[in-house]
């Protein structure tokens, strides 16, 4: 049973920054491709940044040069740093993970964590 844990949502005024973490548990042979998704009221859900095993990252032109994200395969963990947060940056953030229990890969989500960005 593989499980994801977020962390770090919060709300914060305009300019202000935040720290999100996803951390992975549980039966885990090898973690693939991390992202971060987002979905704001009355939206659908967007990829807001990804990177891969070999580290080579995406992210959603709007949050270029402001979102970082990284990750710590020691630890099962991925980060998104977001600075000069905006109000439009408001939105439920998902984590997911391509996750190896064993031979075969399936997708995982975390269960999101709200960011409320105030003007």
């Known amino acids: 049973q593989v499980q994801l844990v977020e962390s770090g949502g919060g709300l914060v005024q305009a300019g202000e920054s935040l720290r999100l973490s996803c951390a992975a548990s549980?039966?885990?042979?090898?973690?693939?491709?991390m992202a971060w998704y987002r979905q704001a009221p009355g939206k659908q859900r967007e990829k807001v940044a990804g990177i891969t095993n070999g580290g080579h990252t995406y992210y959603l032109d709007s949050v270029k040069g402001r979102f970082t994200i990284s990750r710590d395969n020691a630890k099962n963990t991925m980060y998104l740093q977001m600075n000069s947060l905006k109000p439009e940056d408001t939105a439920v953030y998902y984590c997911?993970?391509?996750?190896?229990?064993?031979?075969?890969?399936?997708?995982?989500w975390g269960q999101g964590t709200q960011v409320t960005v105030s003007s």
């Open positions: 997911k993970m391509v996750i190896q229990p064993d031979t075969l890969q399936y997708d995982f």
């Open positions: 549980g039966s885990i042979f090898r973690i693939n491709d």
